[in-house]
């Protein structure tokens, strides 16, 4: 029975993968990673991104900076004297809100880069179903799920980003 099954298989595959080529079986790839860096409105995205990394490591900076003045005023004091266990306490909970701090601005920073990403590639993947509709393909894979290895001539990412791009900048008019 399982001979039968796995015969019943193989047969479906090779006969089922010659009718599909037969009748014209029309097949493209795209790298959507590609598509969302090259779109004029991916370049932006990043570049608000990078520009908020570089604010918010400022900020991180200045409060590193507050925190080594604190350690170093503790380093100074002697464990036995009055106020050490004050500053001891104050300079913990600096510490504490400091990693609070880059823990939070670590989150703002991916639901930032999740949102313009999100927005994007709703966008593209509708314009990846239209060009499938107009040029007749049966199948469009991603690159980056699962594709060893492929024959550029059937890579439409640069069809995507112009179409997208063109789309985008009538928009914006």
């Known amino acids: 029975m399982k001979k039968t099954v796995i015969l019943f298989a193989f047969f479906f ?9 037969s009748s014209g079986f029309k097949l493209a790839v795209v790298n959507l990673q590609q598509a969302l860096n ?5 370049k932006q995205a990043k570049q608000v991104i990078k520009n908020s990394v570089k604010q918010k490591q400022e900020i991180i900076k200045k409060k590193e900076m507050e925190l080594k ?3 170093d005023a503790l380093d100074r004091l002697s ?24 823990q939070k601005i670590q989150s703002e920073l991916s639901r930032k ?7 994007i590639l709703d ?3 509708e314009i990846i179903k239209q060009i499938r509709k107009e040029k007749g393909y049966d199948l469009i ?5 699962g594709v060893v290895d492929y024959n550029p001539a059937i890579d439409i990412t640069k069809e995507l980003i112009k179409r997208y791009n063109k789309l985008t900048s009538t928009k914006n008019r």
Not at 13 to 21: P, Q, S, W
Not at 113 to 119: D, G, I, M, Q, W
């Open 13 to 21: 595959v090779i006969f089922g993968v010659d009718a599909a080529y």
């Open 38 to 42: 090259e779109t004029n409105e991916g």
């Open 69 to 71: 003045k604190e350690k």
């Open 79 to 102: 464990p036995t004297s009055s106020g050490y266990d004050k500053k001891l306490g104050n300079y913990r909970k600096s510490v504490k809100n400091l990693k609070l701090l880059i």
């Open 113 to 119: 880069e999740s949102a313009y990403s999100k927005n």
């Open 123 to 125: 966008s593209l993947i």
């Open 141 to 145: 894979l991603e690159v980056h799920s």
